[in-house]
């Protein structure tokens, strides 16, 4: 079965840099979302993409964010100057069709460590 | 705007004995509902998904839930548990005009021998 992979798996990165996430989503998906959990929290929406464009962002996804589709395979998220705040697991999903009842296909998630 | 609340954190149960995770759900319009499993280390696996079809959905691994549009509930359940079932589950909700998915805080299981 198709799978959305992400990579890395583990990110260690000191506060002030900038961190690349990278997701491939299943190759026929057209629409793709970045979710965070930091860790004893809930899983929370950060940006939804589609057609090089972002459909919707949440009040987390501020200017320190942005998504990039660079390629006809990759999708990325970058945090510009990382925060302690950061520290969280980033999940990449994606889906074929719109709609609110396309069920999202989740990666396994990048653990992202902000020293 | 939607929203869900699992109504218990951890549940415990002995191997071979029924599994209930409790999920209610606050949404606007008729919302899709979505239980996804997490094991260690894994990333989100979907269970099963209500799109207003049959209220009883059935998904994988032996696992169902019904729909219940009076009690604003979706809860999950399993006849018998097995070994691989410890991880986590999230109940999700998505609205008709809100494609984005809204978690619930997760309810852990474990599972006893």
């Known amino acids: 079965e198709p799978e959305v992979t992400q990579t890395p798996s583990h990110q260690v990165t000191q506060m002030g840099q900038e961190v690349i996430l990278r997701c491939v989503p299943i190759s026929n998906h057209l629409y793709f979302y970045w979710y965070r959990q930091i860790l004893g929290q809930k899983v929370e929406f950060l940006v939804s993409f589609y057609n090089n464009e972002i459909s919707e962002k949440s009040e987390i996804f501020d200017d320190q964010f942005s998504v990039e589709r660079p390629d006809g395979s990759n999708f990325t998220l970058k945090i510009r100057s990382t925060k302690l705040e950061d520290s969280a697991m980033y999940f990449c999903?994606?889906?074929?069709?719109?709609?609110?009842?396309?069920?999202?296909?989740f990666g396994d998630g990048t653990r992202l460590s902000i020293l | 705007a939607q929203s869900v609340t699992q109504l218990d954190s951890h549940v415990s149960v002995s191997e071979g004995t029924p599994v209930l995770l409790r999920c209610n759900y606050s949404?606007?319009?008729?919302?899709?509902l979505f239980w996804y499993v997490q094991h260690p280390n894994k990333g989100l696996q979907l269970l099963l998904k209500?799109?207003?079809?049959?209220?009883l959905v059935k998904g994988i691994n032996g696992f169902e839930a019904e729909f219940k549009k009076s009690e604003t509930s979706f809860h999950l359940t399993k006849p018998s548990a097995h070994m691989s079932d410890a991880a986590e589950y999230f109940c999700v909700v998505s609205d008709r005009d809100d494609y984005k998915l809204s978690f619930g805080a997760g309810t852990t299981v474990t599972v006893r021998a």
């Open positions: 949404s606007s319009y008729s919302p899709s």
């Open positions: 209500y799109t207003s079809a049959a209220t």
């Open positions: 999903a994606s889906t074929r069709d719109q709609g609110w009842n396309q069920p999202q296909h």
